[in-house]
Nanobody, 121 residues
Framework: QLQASGGGLVQAGGSLRLSCAHS????????LGWFRQVPGKEREFVAT????????YYADSVKGRFTISSDNAKTTVYLQMNTLKPEDTAVYYC????????????????WGQGTQVTVSS
C-alpha cells in the first residue's frame, strides 16, 4: 500500500515536502514515482526513482526545483518541492512498479491516494 501525505497551501516561491509511505511491498523491488493531475487533464509524470535509489528522472517542468529521494530504510519516498509556482497546483499521486523506473504512467502498478498541493500567486 502507498500512502501519500504532505500537501497543502503555499505561496508561490515556497516549498513543500510530500511523503509516500510504502508498506507491504519489498521496497528494493520497486521503482517509485510521483505524478500529478489537475481537473480536466491527464495525470502527468513528475519524478521517479529507481529501485536502488541511485537513479532519478524528472519532468522538464520541475527539473532543478523538485527532488525525489528515499529514506535509508527505503520505506518512504519523498518529493521535495522548492520554488513552487501556481502551475504546480495539482493533486499529487505516488505510484510504484516492479522493474526499472519509467516515466510512463500506464506502467505503474500500485497507486496511493492523492494529496492536494495548491500554490497561490
Amino acid at each position: 500500500q502507498l500512502q501519500a501525505s504532505g500537501g497543502g497551501l503555499v505561496q508561490a516561491g515556497g516549498s513543500l515536502r510530500l511523503s509516500c509511505a510504502h508498506s507491504g511491498l519489498t521496497f528494493s523491488n520497486y521503482a517509485l514515482g510521483w505524478f500529478r493531475q489537475v481537473p480536466g487533464k491527464e495525470r502527468e509524470f513528475v519524478a521517479t526513482i529507481s529501485r536502488s535509489g541511485r537513479m532519478t528522472y524528472y519532468a522538464d517542468s520541475v527539473k532543478g526545483r523538485f527532488t525525489i529521494s528515499s529514506d535509508n530504510a527505503k520505506t518512504t519516498v519523498y518529493l521535495q518541492m522548492n520554488t513552487l509556482k501556481p502551475e504546480d497546483t495539482a493533486v499529487y499521486y505516488c505510484a510504484s512498479k516492479t522493474g526499472i523506473a519509467t516515466t510512463r504512467r500506464d506502467n505503474y502498478e500500485y497507486w496511493g491516494q492523492g494529496t492536494q498541493v495548491t500554490v497561490s500567486s
